[in-house]
């Protein structure tokens, strides 16, 4: 397809750097409402927890996702999960666990914001549990978590999603706790054989590159996260990380997929 296409990794409530980043790209107006024409957004999860509003993000891609028509969308990441386990469960204790675990605590210990549960509505929660895990859009598989866990649930893009859409509309702690800890993993694709292991995943789900946030960026590089200036390819070239720790200093990328850069 010859329109635009761009992802952003992992806002964390923070959603004045998120629509600076935007305008910049040219995006939105100064009013922070599309102006993107054909181009399409993906969000690749993660708005909420550890940064100031994340409710206003979600509100802000709600938004834009109703005036592009259909070319705005966003993945469910893992503090997605975490806000709606937390929502649905509190500090119930997870069956079977080998140590009291909740998502109260989960959510407590991962930066939740009191302000996001309390401005959490049903428009939000019905939402965010239409969202999918996972999509191939041109040859790019989209996913929030650099993890082979997604292979846990299916074989094939439409099973995954279908298959976490199911717990997430369900009220088994236990599916929604194994949800969670799945999202959580990460790193599936550093080291020497990285690059294979792409490959594997690429072949059964499809796509050409595996397009990730989750892991920061800085981290992979061992350098402080404002240092970070663009999104990283490793894995013999078949991965792209675009997650640059908004949250702790890094910037707000907004990454076009299509141009080769």
Request: charged share 25%; proline share 3%; with cysteine.
């Amino acid at each position: 397809m010859d329109r635009p296409l761009f992802v952003v990794g992992d806002v964390h409530g923070h959603l004045a750097e998120l629509t600076r980043a935007l305008h910049a790209r040219g995006l939105v107006d100064e009013g922070g409402d599309w102006a993107g024409g054909d181009a399409r957004l993906w969000f690749l999860g993660d708005f909420v927890d550890r940064g100031p509003d994340g409710v206003g993000v979600i509100e802000f891609v709600m938004r834009l996702a109703a005036q592009a028509g259909g070319q705005v969308d966003a993945l469910v990441g893992n503090h997605e999960v975490l806000l709606l386990g937390m929502r649905r469960f509190g500090d119930e204790d997870v069956p079977g666990a080998p140590t009291p675990r909740s998502f109260a605590r989960s959510w407590l210990l991962n930066g939740g914001l009191r302000s996001d549960q309390d401005r959490l509505t049903d428009e939000h929660v019905e939402w965010l549990t239409s969202r999918p895990v996972l999509r191939l859009e041109d040859d790019h598989l989209l996913m929030h978590s650099d993890t082979l866990a997604y292979l846990e649930w299916g074989s094939s893009v439409d099973e995954v999603n279908a298959a976490v859409r199911e717990v997430l509309r369900g009220d088994d702690l236990a599916a929604w706790w194994e949800c969670w800890r799945r999202m959580t993993t990460r790193y599936a694709f550093r080291g020497a054989d990285g690059g294979a292991v792409a490959a594997g995943l690429l072949d059964a789900l499809g796509g050409t590159e595996v397009v990730h946030g989750h892991s920061v960026i800085a981290d992979q590089l061992g350098v402080a996260p404002a240092e970070v200036d663009g999104p990283l390819r490793y894995a013999d070239g078949r991965v792209l990380a675009v997650d640059a720790g908004l949250y702790s200093g890094g910037p707000c990328l907004v990454v076009r997929l299509d141009d080769g850069a």
